[in-house]
């Protein structure tokens, strides 16, 4: 046995020759019951400590590595050998092959500005948070979120989008992936299906998925849900919906449709799940108001700050009909027990001291601009294109009148001109209606690079058109 020990190292000696002897027992280079050296003669050998080799030999005798006869001296126990496989190796090996990234122009949908996070003001906030909270902060704390926060949230989305609650109803989730998630659990756990507007994005048919749900896809169209195609002998465990800003086809559920929703579920008893996540940007007329304020005990209310603010914030919430208000908090308090205390505190802040309100009204000019960049220069480089859902929102849907994009054609525009786009008809479940649109968002873009997308990605699917062939 023969190692050494580096004295200008960030670790102690200690635990170097923990580590190292740990290391020599498990590969089996120290046999099972082979006597070790005495702790001097160790401690001569390493130049350190007599003391640290005898606290390093007590702590591998309490771990069971080493076990002590008296009279006789330390040996190895018998089972403290295992066979070790390297990954480490192997990971690094992939590492060195991968591509550098491209500069892609991503038309992702319902990506905000990162750049505009308000980071002076949040910092500033998380701050005085930090150093003014009380000590009990620091601690547990309930798993329906802080009394605070959930106060100013259910005053702000009275005001802003006609919910209906008291403080009691919200908890606060890890953004709106765990509500739905949650909800899915609470709902569907005896079988129940869920009826899903077709198309929708992909993410929430896997968080329904992944929870043991089926799903029964429901058409749209530029009214929204179309609940005359809900079943009539078998309803399902909730009506998944996206009322004001319909993703992906953008358009807003008429209140003669949202009186069908609610009037439907009271006669079968289930509910509606309406997704509210980016209602807030909306640059024609008035926001329309929620779902859930026509019927707060048949609709669940689920809202997230991950595009208004920055999803790295991961703070979203859920407004519950009270009958199911302790069912949901028991599920919230087994999944995660409760979100982070200081960052509530500190969105508590932004909320109360107007700073949310500024944002928006900031954001949404920032978004018009981007999105008037887009339908402008659509115009100019696809003339007959249609374009629909651009009132609100972060994306809107472009749709051609002689264009199917196809996975080839758009891969091709993607390697070739350095533009992502995405289908429509990738996010339905029912494939084949909407091959001619695409799907294009615009809050993470500047100005500049959406006018080089556009006409990159018109030179792109002319020569593909022309010549059924990727561009040289």
């Not at 007599?50 to 771990?63: A, F, K, M």
Request: proline share 4%; glycine share 6%.
């Amino acid at each position: 046995m023969w190692f050494q020990v580096d004295k200008s190292s960030r670790k102690t000696l200690t635990q170097q020759v923990y580590e190292q002897l740990i290391n020599y027992i498990l590969d089996g280079n120290i046999k099972t019951n082979e006597k070790l050296p005495s702790s001097r003669e160790l401690a001569n050998s390493l130049g350190v400590s007599r003391n640290i080799i005898l606290e390093v030999y007590d702590q591998l005798v309490s771990e069971g590595y080493l076990t002590v006869i008296p009279r006789s001296g330390t040996f190895v126990a018998p089972g403290s050998m295992i066979n070790k496989i390297k990954y480490q190796d192997t990971y690094k090996e992939k590492l060195v092959h991968e591509e550098p990234s491209k500069d892609i122009i991503d038309f992702k949908a319902a990506t905000p500005a990162m750049d505009h996070f308000p980071r002076k003001v949040w910092g500033r906030l998380a701050k005085e948070v930090c150093y003014e909270a009380s000590d009990s902060i620091f601690g547990y704390q309930s798993s329906e979120g802080l009394l605070e926060l959930r106060e100013e949230l259910s005053k702000y989305l009275h005001i802003n989008r006609g919910v209906k609650s008291t403080s009691e109803q919200i908890v606060i989730t890890s953004g709106a992936t765990q509500a739905l998630s949650l909800i899915t659990k609470l709902l569907t756990s005896n079988g129940e299906y869920i009826a899903v507007e077709d198309p929708v994005t992909d993410e929430m048919r896997t968080i329904f998925s992944y929870n043991g749900a089926s799903i029964f896809p429901v058409p749209v169209d530029d009214k929204g849900i179309n609940p005359e195609h809900l079943s009539q002998e078998s309803p399902p465990g909730f009506i998944f919906v996206l009322p004001s800003h319909q993703f992906p086809l953008g358009g807003t559920l008429t209140v003669q449709r949202r009186i069908q929703l609610i009037e439907y579920a009271r006669k079968f008893n289930c509910y509606i799940v309406e997704d509210d996540y980016d209602s807030e940007f909306t640059y024609e007329g008035t926001p329309v108001h929620s779902v859930q304020g026509l019927d707060p005990e048949r609709v669940i209310y689920v809202g997230t700050f991950s595009k208004i603010l920055s999803p790295t914030l991961r703070i979203g919430y859920v407004v519950l009909p009270t009958s199911l208000i302790e069912s949901f908090k028991k599920l919230k308090w087994y999944t995660d027990r409760h979100n982070s205390s200081l960052e509530q505190l500190i969105l508590t802040r932004f909320l109360k001291d107007g700073f949310l309100d500024r944002h928006v009204r900031k954001m949404k000019r920032i978004y018009k601009q981007r999105r008037d960049t887009l339908v402008n220069s659509l115009g100019r480089h696809f003339p007959d294109c249609t374009i629909l859902g651009q009132a609100a929102g972060m994306h809107l849907v472009v749709e051609f009148h002689s264009i199917e994009f196809t996975k080839k054609l758009i891969k091709s525009v993607e390697e070739e001109s350095n533009v992502k786009i995405y289908s429509v008809d990738q996010y339905s479940i029912l494939k084949g209606s909407h091959l001619n649109k695409i799907v294009m968002g615009y809050g993470s873009l500047s100005a500049e690079k959406i006018e080089e997308g556009v006409k990159n990605l018109k030179d792109a699917v002319s020569v593909y058109m022309q010549t059924g062939r990727r561009l040289n």
